[in-house]
């Protein structure tokens, strides 16, 4: 189908603005210019927050506790917001997470883990598998369920939900019930034919992208690993029931889909949905693009529909 008018008035809005692709940026730049999505998200839902730190392989990490109303013990949402492992913070996903939250009626618990480029891979990385592990460890605490945990995030952050689902299976544990994949990031791979057909002109451009990969990976050479790249694993069987939204006109549309058909190859549950006419990052432009709010209701369907089947404690 076409592009959906609102993510065309979106477009001509932020071209009206000026504002350049990222790779066109400082990193400073970047990270400012990320904060202006937060005019494009909407109204926020209302719910008890807690900004704390945690214990982490480098030092405390800063997390944002969401608490929705209702009687727990409630599911555990660990959350890595998105921005190419570069940009983005707790402010600039907060009103998404609040509506994952509602939605859910989850605990959710928004990471902010290190930064590239002063943190290379694998700082976020350690820093999301340990937040996910201490969570599980205190999700009591939290007045949540440590039965029912997923992991969970938006392009970049999605790539750290999957590489900890991969690492939690293979380190045995924290045991997980969901992983939610927003658009992911699953390859070092710019030959795609989404990459050919959307990579200028719909907000992320590859330039960005190839930007924001030497950025997190510095001067390393990635080779298979899965944690930097989980779609290269070797063996991606035995993981958690996953839920994956693609965009139509995402140039990361094709390898988030190759990967559905990895995960599903390897005997996966997998719910999947391409969002038709709506470019990357749409979780973060609601208020812009609201057709786009009903992948928020798919993926608490599907986190429900995880953790409610047969074999997991509810």
Same mark, same amino acid.
């Given at each position: ?151 969970? /995030?938006?392009?970049?952050? @999605?790539? &750290?939900? %999957? !590489? ?6 293979? =380190?045995?544990?924290?045991? +997980? ?78 390898? /988030?889909?190759?990967?559905? @058909?990895? &995960?599903? %190859? !390897? ?6 949905? =391409?969002?038709?006419?709506? +470019? ?35």
């Amino acid at each position: 189908m076409p592009l959906h008018p609102e993510a065309q008035q979106l477009l001509a809005a932020l071209e009206a603005a000026g504002m350049p692709p990222f790779e066109h940026m400082t990193v400073p730049q970047a990270r400012q210019a990320a904060l202006g999505f937060i005019d494009l998200q909407g109204e926020p839902e209302s719910m008890d927050t807690q900004d704390r730190t945690i214990p982490g392989p480098a030092g405390e990490i800063p997390v944002r506790i969401y608490t929705p109303a209702g009687d727990g013990p409630k599911p555990v949402i660990v959350y890595f917001h998105g921005g190419g492992w570069v940009i983005g913070d707790l402010e600039v996903c907060d009103n998404p997470v609040r509506r994952i939250a509602a939605r859910t009626g989850a605990v959710v618990v928004s990471v902010d883990y290190r930064l590239a480029p002063e943190h290379v891979y694998p700082a976020a990385f350690d820093d999301s598998y340990a937040a996910t592990a201490w969570v599980a460890e205190h999700a009591a605490e939290l007045g949540g369920d440590p039965e029912r945990i997923a992991t969970c /995030g938006d392009s970049a952050g @999605a790539n &750290l939900a %999957a !590489a900890v689902a991969i690492a939690a299976r293979d =380190r045995g544990g924290p045991r +997980l019930a969901a992983q939610l994949l927003i658009y992911p990031v699953t390859d070092f791979s710019f030959g795609t034919e989404s990459y050919r057909d959307n990579g200028e002109g719909y907000l992320l451009t590859k330039g960005s992208m190839q930007w924001f990969w030497a950025h997190y990976l510095g001067a390393q050479d990635l080779g298979q690993d899965p944690y930097a790249c989980p779609a290269r694993a070797e063996d991606l069987s035995g993981l958690p029931p996953a839920f994956v939204a693609t965009a139509e006109f995402d140039p990361l549309r094709d390898e /988030g889909e190759a990967y559905v @058909a990895q &995960l599903r %190859a !390897a005997g996966n549950e997998v719910t999947a949905k =391409r969002y038709d006419g709506m +470019l990357h990052g749409f979780a973060w432009t609601l208020g812009a693009t609201p057709s786009g709010a009903g992948m928020i209701d798919d993926l608490a369907a599907a986190f429900r529909a995880a953790y409610e089947r047969p074999g997991v404690p509810g």
